[in-house]
């Protein structure tokens, strides 16, 4: 298996910008996650799913942000409008049991906003 | 709220050292807890899970321990290697199962040749 496969690598873009962040979880896996890592706050976990459907998004910073799993395959994280201060690398994990095994997290988006 | 603490934050050290990283966390009411790598510019990877009813697990030179009642895990990295510099975080799930999970801040080691 590829492992968790993220999309773009890098994003550089404008405030004010509609940004969307890609990700496909290994196959089989039942949780998705979609976090965020910056010097200052560490990781967070912004939203959550199991079985496509999101069970947590308390982690979502405003209503800017927005994520959806249309199938156990793909996910889309969503920021419109961008502002600089959503400048952080953006991870999406999966796994198959979200209690009792190890996370897989994929390479990242670095996201920029000017 | 539970926290989870890495102290310090850096270290670094010459090649051959036994080294040992430390994770504090409030709520001793934990599932799980795992230890994590992440080298520059890549995403985590899960060297160890710990449930709570474990007290160790080991892999090859890595060895990491959970103290609940304490609240504490420490990980053991024997005889290190320049290839072992990276940072190492630790994150632990509540006792539900279907908490978040709360990472710590990482350590970055450097393991100097």
């Known amino acids: 298996d590829a492992g968790v496969i993220q999309s773009p690598r890098h994003e550089v873009t404008e405030m004010g910008q509609e940004v969307t962040l890609r990700c496909k979880p290994i196959s089989g896996h039942n949780s998705l996650f979609w976090y965020r890592q910056t010097m200052m706050r560490g990781l967070e976990l912004l939203i959550y799913f199991n079985n496509n459907v999101p069970i947590d998004d308390s982690g979502m910073p405003e209503d800017r942000f927005s994520a959806k799993m249309p199938n156990a395959s793909f996910s889309t994280l969503k920021i419109q409008p961008s502002e600089p201060r959503d400048s952080a690398v953006y991870f999406c994990?999966?796994?198959?049991?979200?209690?009792?095994?190890?996370?897989?997290f994929g390479s990242g988006t670095q996201l920029s906003v000017l | 709220k539970q926290e989870v603490t890495q102290i310090p934050a850096a270290l670094s050290v010459p090649e051959g050292e036994n080294l040992v990283l430390n994770c504090s966390f409030t709520d001793s009411a934990i599932y799980n807890l795992q230890w994590f790598r992440q080298d520059p510019g890549k995403g985590l990877t899960s060297l160890l899970l710990?449930?709570?009813?474990?007290r160790e697990q080991t892999s090859g030179r890595l060895n990491a321990s959970l103290d609940k009642s304490s609240g504490r895990s420490t990980l053991y990295i024997a005889a290190s290697q320049p290839g072992d510099s990276a940072t190492y975080l630790c994150a632990v799930i509540g006792r539900g199962g279907s908490e978040k999970l709360v990472f710590g801040k990482g350590m970055k080691l450097t393991v100097n040749p």
């Open positions: 710990i449930q709570s009813s474990q």
């Open positions: 994990a999966s796994t198959p049991n979200y209690s009792n095994e190890k996370l897989f």
